[in-house]
């Protein structure tokens, strides 16, 4: 099995806290140590806790990790398998980039899609993949998200997104900012047609997915610790020259100010999840 | 002109702001204050004016004129007040069906402890859902700096209009330069690879309108930009509403769709 991780040196702040590092034991078994503690774990103990330290620090996990542990064995059908995006702008530098993240992800773009079943319950379901350039936005990840959207719509299907990322994508320029409208028109319309929209806040969620998608669910719940945020910190600290609070942007920071409905951890989603989805059920 | 220069250009404090825009276009404009729900963006202005004989809502980002009123403005920096300010005026106007006419200013919204305290992502995201079916037409004209999400929340609109010496961008050359270059020096050819020019956004189809500029004769692109306005006016009032949000949501749904590619790979 492949591990959800990589050897790699943190290369910003957000990747920096989050980013669960492998490090080689005298046995030559890799260990995953938790970022926030150092604690070092055998990868199959670890991942019985689903990735969670035994200091409550929640570890990130890949895409296809956390549709395991949020949906029911088997039942996940992927979507839109085959898009993946050109280089529109020409972007000096891009196309490697995403060549890199391919490879490191092991996937075609930022999000995967499809539908699946929590504890029998049907959803459409997004998940954003931190390996694939930080989960940032282009126009693969909001085509790929207003489509399930509309899938959604037509087929009356709630849907659940866990959200990650950076933001929108600078590299694909103007057509990124512009996905984070597309997709809250489709949100807009599954949203006027009755259907249920759970948002999962994850370890880093900021700008253009913070200003648009991940804040447009009829319910919010985040994981212990997430940042959660529109403008970065460091951007926000040049900019009023303060040292911003303790806990700024946090998960917990959020919720105390309206923005967030419950904190869940990770080994609680699943029901939560489900629950959540039985109440909005359709007779 | 090269790209960074029509940043600065469109940043130039010489430019006229909203605020001449709405005086020179529009008659008897009234100012009205407040989001209902914390306070006054001083930074966002918006209220109702007569264009002809018919009700308008107009809503700016406001820069300020000289140092003072820059200051008291924040710069043409929104915060999560003013995002509200512009929803609620909006709804409004979708109550008493008026037309919806912004212009945008901004470098972006702004980045303070107290814009996140009161969710400015939640504020934009809102916008971004209300306008796109809000059922009275909306027309969009970035008049100077249109940053990122702080800009697109005046701008899901049915016809978006860009000056010549205006830039629309997800994130500033500056910022760009320095996160991907680790170098703000290479703000010049970020500007550059960005597409932010009135013609690259026209291009892309983010614009449907490039507004020449008459070489800074403002009373020239006023006249312009009634011409045009009194032709976008004639335009939405000839289909139903169920149309014109059939299109913007078509508009904005096309927008990258054709850059994605659908191929199986082995």
Known sequence: ?283 | MTAYERVKEARSVERPTGQDFITGLFRGFIELHGDRRFSDDTAMLAGLAKWKDQPVTVITTEKGKDTKERIYRNFGAPNPEGYRKALRMMKQAEKFKRPVICFVDTSGAYCGIGAEERGQGQAIAENLMEMMTLRTPILTILIGEGGSGGALALGVADEVWILENAVYSVISPEGCASILWKDSAKADEAAKSLHLTAEDVKELNVAEKVIPEFEGDFSALLEELRKQIEAWMERVNSCSIEELLDKRYKRFRAIGSDCVNETVID
């Not at chain 1, 910003?12 to 034991?25: A, H, T």
């Not at chain 1, 809250?184 to 249920?196: C, E, Y």
Request: charged content about 25%; hydrophobic content about 40%; aromatic content about 8%.
């Open chain 1, 1 to 283: 099995m492949a591990l959800p991780m990589i050897f790699r040196k943190s290369k910003n702040e957000l990747e920096k806290g989050g980013r669960p590092m492998v490090v080689e034991s005298s046995r030559e078994i890799p260990m995953v140590k938790c970022p926030a503690c150092s604690r070092s774990y055998l990868p199959e103990d670890i991942e019985k806790e689903k990735y969670v330290c035994g200091c409550g620090h929640h570890i990130r996990i890949s895409a296809r990790k956390r549709i395991e542990f949020l949906t029911d064995k088997d039942s996940f059908t992927e979507l839109f398998t085959d898009l993946f995006g050109g280089d529109p702008l020409k972007f000096p530098g891009y196309q490697e980039k995403v060549d890199q993240a391919r490879e490191k992800s092991e996937e075609l773009e930022g999000v995967i899609c499809g539908t699946a079943k929590i504890l029998r319950q049907s959803c459409a379901i997004f998940v954003m993949e931190p390996q694939f350039m930080m989960g940032s936005m282009g126009t693969v990840v909001g085509e790929k998200i207003t489509r399930l959207f509309e899938y959604a719509t037509e087929h009356s299907l709630p849907v659940v997104g866990c959200t990650v990322s950076g933001g929108a994508r600078m590299q694909e320029g103007i057509l990124s900012l512009m996905q984070m409208a597309k997709v809250s028109g489709a949100v807009k319309r599954h949203n006027d047609a009755g259907g249920f929209y759970l948002t999962i806040l994850t370890d880093p969620t900021t700008g253009g997915v913070t200003a648009s998608f991940a804040m447009e669910g009829d319910i919010i719940i985040a994981e212990p610790g997430a940042t959660v945020g529109f403008a970065g910190a460091r951007v926000i600290e040049q900019t009023v020259r303060k040292k911003l609070p303790s806990g700024f942007q946090k998960a917990e920071f959020l919720m105390e100010h309206g923005f967030v409905d419950k904190i869940v951890a990770r080994s609680k989603q699943r029901n939560v999840t489900a629950h959540l989805l039985s109440l909005h059920a359709k007779n």
